[in-house]
């Protein structure tokens, strides 16, 4: 069988040490050996995330477990709060929110947009907010949010400032500490480089205060905080604990692609992924392509989405890149699903696996009758990749 390339925003490519981590009989969740390796991992987060007075939440999930456990924890019965939206994943923190009895507030961009800090400022000068999402990458739209400015915003108002990083943390800047932020989620299987199954939360002081200081008991059993605190101390502290069996095997790959991480160097990192995003999206729009971020600054490192030109169809586009086994993912913002496709390119993948990927899409382009240049977009990203060297 012949290797497909794995190009979707995640789940994406993974490291074989990370994977053959996984390969072992599995130990208890109460072994030294595990302990040792869980107590790392929240060594090694706190580095990632930035956020050394953080505390770190390694639980059995996936991203949106992680945005459950924030909300579950952070919101009470009236409380109001703003979601800021890029998006798909924007809209459903506030589905999750509004299930724990918030009172929500949406301020939603433009589709490709972001919404301005002018309009985030009136909106929290208008009532106090206990607390405010938004989404550094919108994977439905490929947007990135600056999260500098709101979090300073959400001090300046004394609100809780919590990011939806799912798409972002360890592939884009974040310095949760130093920038303000209260809450980060992840999850293990973007650009932390983990088989999906993990959710990832860091939660400020300040946060953990607010949720000690709730009125109403937690209204998620598995989500609550109470549960899993004790379990974190314990691992961070290598003394045996339990409440739910932690994916044993998940974590020792976790702390393997952890550990890669910190080797390449957080600054290293963010500039790979820059370089590589910034000469895919170039190369794309050599040959007459668009992105649904309107502002190229804007224009996430993690992925692009980027639109089909006039006459192509995306189940003939997608068919015609999968024969040439290179996997992209399909819209999914419901308004232009059918308008666009996405490309992944966080975490161990190179420029060849983009060269890949741009094959592939002049392939599926020629093979659906869209008129350029054949060969030029591999060409732009050539060049890209000479000059830096
Ligand atoms: C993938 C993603 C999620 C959801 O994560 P799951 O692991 O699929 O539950 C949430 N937010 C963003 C920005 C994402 O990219």
């Given at each position: 069988?012949?290797?497909q390339?794995?190009?979707?925003?995640g789940?994406?490519?993974?490291?074989?040490?990370?994977?053959?981590?996984?390969s072992?009989?599995?130990?208890s969740?109460?072994?030294?050996?595990?302990?040792?390796?869980?107590?790392?991992c929240?060594?090694?987060?706190?580095t990632?995330f930035?956020?050394?007075?953080?505390?770190?939440?390694?639980?059995?999930?996936?991203?949106?477990?992680?945005?459950?456990?924030?909300?579950?924890?952070?919101?009470?019965?009236?409380d109001?709060v703003l979601v800021?939206?890029?998006?798909?994943?924007?809209?459903?923190?506030?589905?999750?929110?509004?299930?724990y009895?918030?009172?929500?507030?949406?301020?939603?961009?433009?589709?490709?947009?972001?919404?301005s800090?002018?309009?985030?400022?009136?909106?929290?000068?208008?009532?106090?907010y206990?607390?405010l999402?938004f989404t550094h990458?919108?994977?439905?739209?490929?947007?990135?949010v600056?999260?500098?400015?709101?979090?300073?915003?959400?001090?300046k108002?004394?609100?809780?400032?919590?990011?939806?990083?799912?798409?972002s943390?360890?592939?884009?800047?974040?310095?949760?500490?130093?920038?303000?932020?209260?809450?980060?989620?992840?999850?293990?299987?973007?650009?932390i480089?983990?088989?999906?199954?993990?959710?990832?939360?860091?939660?400020?002081?300040?946060?953990?205060?607010?949720?000690?200081?709730?009125?109403?008991?937690?209204?998620?059993?598995?989500?609550?905080?109470?549960?899993?605190?004790?379990?974190?101390?314990?691992?961070?502290?290598?003394?045996?604990?339990?409440?739910g069996?932690?994916?044993?095997?998940?974590?020792?790959?976790?702390?393997?692609?952890?550990?890669?991480?910190?080797?390449?160097?957080?600054?290293?990192?963010?500039?790979r992924?820059?370089?590589?995003?910034?000469?895919?999206?170039a190369?794309?729009?050599?040959?007459?392509?668009?992105?649904?971020?309107?502002?190229?600054?804007?224009a996430?490192f993690?992925l692009?989405?980027?639109?089909?030109?006039q006459?192509v169809?995306?189940?003939d586009f997608?068919?015609?890149?999968?024969?040439?086994?290179?996997?992209?993912a399909?819209?999914?913002?419901?308004?232009i699903?059918?308008?666009?496709?996405?490309?992944g390119h966080?975490?161990?993948?190179?420029?060849?696996?983009?060269?890949a990927?741009?094959?592939?899409?002049?392939?599926?382009?020629?093979?659906?009758?869209?008129?350029f240049?054949?060969?030029k977009a591999?060409?732009?990203?050539?060049?890209?990749?000479?000059?830096?060297n």
């Amino acid at each position: 069988m012949t290797k497909q390339l794995l190009m979707i925003p995640g789940p994406i490519e993974f490291d074989t040490k990370v994977l053959s981590a996984m390969s072992v009989p599995t130990v208890s969740h109460v072994a030294p050996s595990f302990i040792n390796c869980f107590s790392n991992c929240i060594s090694l987060m706190k580095t990632i995330f930035r956020a050394p007075k953080g505390q770190a939440f390694i639980v059995s999930g996936s991203g949106t477990l992680a945005m459950d456990m924030a909300g579950a924890n952070l919101v009470e019965n009236g409380d109001d709060v703003l979601v800021i939206s890029t998006g798909y994943f924007g809209e459903r923190f506030k589905t999750i929110l509004d299930r724990y009895g918030a009172n929500s507030t949406i301020l939603q961009s433009e589709i490709g947009g972001v919404v301005s800090l002018e309009a985030i400022e009136k909106e929290l000068q208008s009532k106090p907010y206990k607390l405010l999402t938004f989404t550094h990458v919108d994977t439905s739209t490929g947007v990135r949010v600056n999260p500098k400015p709101i979090a300073a915003l959400c001090k300046k108002y004394d609100t809780l400032c919590i990011l939806d990083g799912v798409c972002s943390v360890a592939a884009e800047e974040i310095a949760q500490d130093e920038w303000g932020i209260d809450v980060v989620v992840t999850a293990s299987q973007k650009a932390i480089g983990v088989p999906p199954g993990l959710a990832l939360l860091m939660v400020s002081p300040k946060a953990m205060l607010v949720w000690e200081n709730r009125k109403s008991l937690v209204a998620n059993y598995y989500s609550d905080f109470a549960n899993w605190l004790p379990i974190m101390k314990a691992y961070e502290e290598k003394r045996p604990s339990y409440f739910g069996t932690p994916p044993v095997n998940l974590i020792l790959a976790l702390e393997v692609s952890l550990k890669q991480i910190q080797e390449e160097g957080m600054q290293k990192r963010f500039e790979r992924h820059r370089f590589l995003a910034e000469a895919f999206v170039a190369a794309v729009e050599s040959i007459g392509l668009e992105l649904v971020c309107k502002d190229n600054k804007n224009a996430a490192f993690t992925l692009s989405a980027v639109r089909y030109p006039q006459g192509v169809q995306p189940v003939d586009f997608l068919g015609a890149v999968s024969s040439r086994n290179v996997i992209v993912a399909g819209g999914l913002h419901p308004a232009i699903k059918q308008e666009y496709f996405r490309v992944g390119h966080m975490g161990i993948i190179s420029s060849s696996d983009l060269i890949a990927v741009l094959s592939a899409i002049e392939y599926s382009l020629s093979k659906n009758g869209y008129d350029f240049e054949s060969g030029k977009a591999l060409k732009t990203f050539q060049d890209i990749l000479n000059q830096d060297n």
